[in-house]
């Protein structure tokens, strides 16, 4: 962390004072810079809204890379899209471009078309330098916290993504039974770039000893890509243990108007909880849209119980049915938004490695606004009425999956 610390200070010399105008962006500004936060100037963001989106955004990228590829995801798939990922991979390695993969060990031994260890070893035999975080080891369940769970790619130093996608199919083609797989991923262009590679560069070396923190991977940014202000927000844990949470209930304390709210396991801990409760108390209309549907039992459930909850207390529920919204984010006034890896739940906020941008740009925000309202036409109002009609079995479900929301 101190040498990711040192190395920004030295060469992105672009952290900007908060404004002084005591609006909910520019409060959230200063607690970001009072935790020593840059907030970069001259960005590009553009938003991704669907994994095919993303894809073809990354591989034409990829396909444009010169010097260098690093990819952090916790979720490498066995599959289509990724032999597609691969096969470009091992082309441009042998035009010399250099490609580090980094994926998490847990995170690839629960999804179910996991790599093998076979599967592993050709991906590096083609040049690849390929490296699992964490590997699990006897006795397994030692390596349960904290695991990666973040999405960063970083091309040539000029662009990189993060969000919450992963690399698997479902992505794209939906999963049967639940429906399409809904998402949020973003292209960032600008100096961001450099503070999320420093993330990368990091957990690299805690990996692998090698040391990338050097002026061949950094600072190679346009400078004056776009004009959002983007602020990179990593947790490390026993590093940044609160810092996600502390952007959560900041933005939420600040808010003046409007809150919106997509997440995929919608279980705040009890201090994003309270914060939520208290902006629907300020008068703040706070919208909020959990599935219906999820890839993880109870889930679903447990969502709803404390989405219903927080409807008793005034916020607008929308309950999505147009498959699975596994988008991480939050919009604070129109204003601004902030767009990650971060679930909402404890695993997240406690325990996992996680990186969310906060974007401070009004039409990068709009963009999600507008999506936002697409999807409330494939959603159901939450009503009072319409928590009687769920099955007493539901119910208990969604009950007992929140007394276990502390450890999970």
């Known amino acids: 962390m101190m040498n990711r610390l040192l190395f920004l200070l030295l060469i992105i010399p672009f952290a900007c004072s908060p404004s002084t105008a005591q609006t909910s962006d520019s409060l959230v500004a200063k607690m970001l810079h009072e935790k020593q936060i840059h907030i970069s100037e001259g960005n590009s963001v553009r938003l991704l809204m669907s994994g095919y989106e993303k894809f073809d955004d990354l591989f034409r990228e990829v396909e444009q890379a010169r010097h260098f590829i690093h990819m952090e995801y916790f979720n490498f798939r066995n599959d289509s899209i990724n032999d597609l990922l691969i096969n470009l991979l091992a082309r441009k390695a042998k035009e010399g471009v250099e490609i580090r993969v980094m994926y998490d060990a847990f995170g690839n031994s629960s999804n179910n078309q996991p790599f093998s260890h076979a599967k592993h070893d050709s991906i590096r035999s083609l040049g690849i330098r390929l490296e699992k975080f964490d590997p699990l080891r006897f006795p397994w369940v030692n390596h349960i916290y904290p695991r990666d769970h973040r999405k960063i790619v970083v091309i040539d130093g000029r662009v990189a993504y993060t969000g919450g996608m992963n690399v698997a199919d479902y992505y794209v083609t939906g999963i049967e039974g639940i429906g399409p797989w809904r998402d949020l991923h973003m292209h960032i262009e600008g100096p ?44 490390s844990p026993h590093v940044s243990n609160e810092i996600i949470r502390d952007l959560y209930v900041s933005m939420l304390d600040n808010a003046e108007e409007h809150v919106r709210i997509i997440n995929p396991y919608f279980a705040p801990t009890h201090r994003v909880r309270s914060a939520i409760r208290r902006a629907i108390r300020r008068g703040v209309d706070v919208e909020i849209m959990v599935s219906g549907k999820g ?80 999807d409330i036409q494939n959603s159901e109002v939450m009503t009072r009425d319409w928590w009687k009609k769920q099955s007493r079995w539901s119910r208990f479900v969604g009950w007992f999956g929140n007394l276990l929301t502390p450890f999970l």
């Open 192 to 235: 961001a770039v450099d503070a999320l590679h420093s993330i990368f560069a990091e957990m690299w070396h805690k990996q692998t000893g090698e040391y990338l923190f050097r002026s061949l991977y950094f600072n190679r940014f346009d400078p004056a890509a776009g004009q959002a202000h983007v602020a990179i927000v990593d947790r």
């Open 295 to 374: 890839d993880i039992p109870m889930t679903p459930e447990t969502s709803l119980l404390v989405a219903h909850r927080l409807q008793k207390r005034g916020a607008q529920v929308y309950v999505f049915h147009g498959g699975f919204h596994h988008t991480k984010a939050m919009t604070v006034d129109r204003r601004f938004c902030t767009i990650g890896s971060a679930n909402l739940d404890a695993r997240s906020l406690r325990y996992d490695y996680e990186v969310n941008a906060v974007v401070f740009d009004k039409s990068v925000t709009q963009e999600f606004n507008d999506m936002f309202d697409r």
